[in-house]
């Protein structure tokens, strides 16, 4: 316990730290203009030598909301100024990055915007080749295009802050179903545009080969997601320490977010799941945060933030009393023994079916030994195991449920994904479950929140201490109407 103590300290120093050196500039300083380089390259031999890609930023943003880039701009450029293009062309290996003009006013009001203006300030901190106003857009773009060459561009919805690309499709096509309504996404129109400007040459989607390119997380990524993670465990770690009965959800949602605040973290990964009861963890998504705790009752708490663009997904499941009733604890147990087994598993080289049916294996003598108080217990824990439960989710990166595949083959070093055992006990609208960030490494994998307390009686300890919320005072701050 007190190994950890020391950890967490060195962890809120060492990010208040980063923040301060970090969090003064116009331009990100995470990547070097060499990585830009590189993935530049990647497409070039994707397209081919007689294709272009064209990529475009985010919009200008519609009220007093934080400016975020889309994360498929955002990884090829690291560039953050809206209405933003670049153009990267297979057939002489430059790229082209397309800015607006200065807009002084702007800058005026909201500080330092990296325009056209800034073209070789650009040249040096992105690596493109040539800079040009988005004025130079209006007539014969892509430059140069003959019938025969083709143009990509992303196809697929542009994610920003707390979105992922299936919930931007269902969205879209929630838009497009309204008949009062009926309007194309920004990503459709611009392929639209692209076509009608370019009527005698193909428009491919250029999804594939950027979502194949995420799909391994350099250093540098990892380095991020890392420490999105650190600040979700810590800011997890405050939120059980400040549980106790008549705290409401949205206050453990703030104490948790006043740690990524603190610490550098401007947004949200997504949006909280502070969840306790039957009927609110049930509802897996669940976000309104509105309920007041119980004793008896547990907490679910799946909650990460975003981290200078990248973001983590983790999840913890504790007791408001500070002690489990048993038929919590034996569920958890479960979860825990599975959640463990699948970690110590996780390697380079080994399939994700691999991987699910090595755990079965394992998992036979404690299930043949484990005393369940009920036969749907059982049968729900032997349902858990025998599909896997969710154990090996999503990926992980700039998104929370991120584009780029680890399941089309064997595992590789920087594959980043969520470990998400779940378990339903439908008869009781029971919903239990554990949930971890990883990377595959050279020697295994890498937990983020290894320091994170997972086992039943650490997370009873925890709840028990006091957090930020008993130290200020759960009403002093609250408006009671």
Not at 96 to 109: F, I, Q, R, V, W
Not at 192 to 206: G, H, M, T
Not at 343 to 369: C, H, N, S, W, Y
């Amino acid at each position: 316990m007190y190994r950890k103590k020391i950890t967490l300290k060195f962890l809120i120093t060492y990010f208040f730290t980063f923040s301060f050196i970090f969090g003064q500039h116009s331009y990100q300083s995470d990547f070097p203009a060499e990585e830009f380089q590189n993935r530049w390259e990647s497409v070039f031999s994707e397209i081919g030598d007689k294709s272009v890609a064209v990529v475009q930023g985010f919009p200008q943003p519609n009220g007093y909301i934080m400016p975020r880039q889309t994360n498929a701009f955002y990884y090829l450029t690291g560039v953050e100024t809206p209405h933003s293009y670049l153009l990267l062309d297979g057939r002489t290996k430059k790229a082209t990055l397309y800015m607006p003009p200065a807009n002084k006013k702007l800058e005026k009001s909201e500080g330092k915007i990296l325009s056209a203006d800034d073209s070789q300030l650009l040249k040096k901190l992105v690596g493109v080749d040539k800079v040009q106003s988005t004025n130079e857009m209006k007539e014969n773009f892509p430059p140069n295009i003959k019938r025969h060459n083709i143009i990509y561009t992303m196809f697929s919805p542009a994610e920003g802050q707390g979105q992922s690309r299936y919930e931007l499709e269902a969205a879209n096509a929630s838009i497009a179903r309204d008949y009062w309504d009926g309007g194309t996404s920004r990503e459709s129109r611009l392929v639209e545009l692209l076509k009608a400007r370019n009527p005698r040459v193909s428009v491919r989607d250029l999804t594939p080969i950027i979502d194949n390119l995420r799909s391994v997380k350099s250093p540098n990524e990892i380095a991020l997601i890392r420490r999105a993670s650190q600040l979700a465990g810590l800011g997890m770690i405050e939120a059980i320490k400040s549980t106790e009965e008549g705290v409401w959800e949205y206050q453990l949602d703030g104490v948790a977010r006043y740690v990524f605040l603190i610490n550098g973290a401007r947004m949200e990964a997504y949006r909280s799941i502070t969840a306790s009861g039957t009927k609110n963890i049930s509802n897996g998504h669940y976000f309104r945060n509105n309920s007041q705790l119980k004793n008896g009752e547990l907490v679910l708490m799946d909650y990460a933030p975003d981290f200078r663009y990248y973001v983590s997904d983790i999840g913890r499941m504790w007791p408001v009393s500070g002690t489990y009733k048993p038929w919590q604890r034996e569920l958890l147990q479960v979860i825990l023994e599975y959640r463990n087994t699948i970690l110590d598993i996780l390697r380079p080289g080994i399939t994700v079916d691999q991987v699910l049916d090595e755990a079965r294996e394992q998992m036979k003598p404690f299930m043949r030994k484990y005393q369940f108080s009920k036969n749907i217990y059982r049968k729900a824990a032997e349902k858990m195991i025998a599909s896997g439960g969710g154990a090996l989710s999503h990926p992980v990166g700039l998104a929370v449920h991120d584009d780029g595949p680890y399941r089309n083959g064997p595992l590789k070093v920087g594959h980043v994904f969520a470990v998400d055992p779940q378990m339903w006990v439908p008869e009781e609208n029971l919903y239990l479950r554990y949930e971890d960030t990883i990377v595959i490494t050279e020697e295994g994998m890498e937990n983020f929140t290894d320091f994170l307390p997972s086992e039943l009686n650490e997370l009873e300890d925890l709840v028990k201490e006091k957090g930020i919320l008993q130290i200020v005072g759960p009403d002093s701050m609250r408006w009671n109407y």
